[in-house]
């Protein structure tokens, strides 16, 4: 009994904490994450390596991103006295490069850009307890992984852009292997690359009129490990899989279009989030034999998520002083929430989003540098999850659910 209760120890291990990526959460690059997660009609930092690789090409310049970002998520649940879920706070260093591969004025001028968001001490974490156990799955464990993007944009004339890149994520596989009379066990588990493509197009319809459209794959990362017991006192013990998802970012289309009015930059974007395709997060424990079509294995949750479809502002003005150049930057998106209220046994919740955000940004004029900040407030709508059957789970009968997150960016900037 000690040797079992020490191999599902390990596994816990190997499972603890994320789901979904920092960029699907909070944008990715500090002019989007100020501007309300817009920029998928063009943005002039790293972010366009994953709102739109065909915005790379706009601006052809050698250009290196150093920064940091962190965030803290602060729910609050009423109506509910036990343990609150943990909300592990968020840090992570931030590279992007930019590098063109050939002179725009030789159409099609191409670009290359590559990011990487880097969580402290993280690759990939995975925290996926029982449904019935009360958690966040889509809140603070989205930002906890390794996030990296590959993208190439072409300038294929003065109006039109196109891009296509790669994004990137790690997956875990192994086996676990009890150890016994004939076999010393042990522990068996590797990463693997999950990459996901992403396509755009930026069209410029007249100079200060942008349009851009992009489209991202789902990006999902399993993790699967088989749990392998020789024997215990005669008997056999059929293989566990503990597998599931420990980060799944859905298929996304975004659209939107960018106009400027004198000297303030206006954009209007909308994503449409493709969440119904996901399976759920854990597969079945013990799978059946091929020759049983149903066997006394608990069968495999049954997760359904709905389609999200997310509204996205964002304004700059820029300022001019001796040697530098300005721009303030705000904006708003709504995001709301693909989990249902949770009514049955289980205990995901969840909450719609207005995502209120503002930064700046600097450009020195007599010097290859910038810098950038963005700040968003994540204000989480308050939601109630009352029970069909609240006798079952009286302490969670009736419960309420709101509360804030802060993110908090910086990057400088080097044109080398």
Known sequence: MARITLVFGVLLLLTQKALATPSALFSLGTESQALGKTGVAGVSDYGAIVLNPAALAVTPE????????????????EGYTGPRPAQPSFAAGVFGLRLPLTPNLVPPGLTLGFSLTS????????????????????????????????????SVSERLYLGVGLRGLAGLEGDVEVASDSSAGGVNDELGLRLAPVVGVLF???????????YRAALEAPFEVELRDPGLQGLTLPPLHLDGIAHYDPAELGMEWAHELGPVRLALGVAFQRWSAFEGWLGQTVQCPPDAESCAALPKEDVELTDTVSPRLGVSYPWSLPG????????????PSPLPEQVGT??????????????????LLNA???????????????????????????ELADVRVSGMAHFLGISTELVY
């Open 368 to 394: 290859p540098l910038g810098f950038a900040f963005a700040y968003q407030a994540h204000i989480l709508h308050e939601r109630r999850h009352s029970k069909l059957h609240p006798e079952e789970s009286p």
């Open 324 to 335: 530098v150049e300005l721009a303030f930057r705000a904006g708003y998106a709504y995001e």
């Open 204 to 214: 410029r319809i007249r100079p200060g009129d942008d349009v851009g459209i992009v």
């Open 119 to 154: 969580p402290r001490d993280v690759i990939v974490r995975a925290d996926l307890p029982l449904p019935e156990t009360p958690q966040f799955p889509l809140l603070s464990t989205r930002a906890h992984a390794l996030d990296l993007a590959l993208s190439l944009g072409a």
């Open 62 to 77: 050698r250009t290196l991103w150093l920064g940091y970002a962190a965030a803290r998520f602060a729910p609050d649940v």
């Open 346 to 363: 289980a205990n995901r919740w969840d909450n719609a989003r207005s995502v209120f955000t503002l930064g700046y940004g600097v450009h």
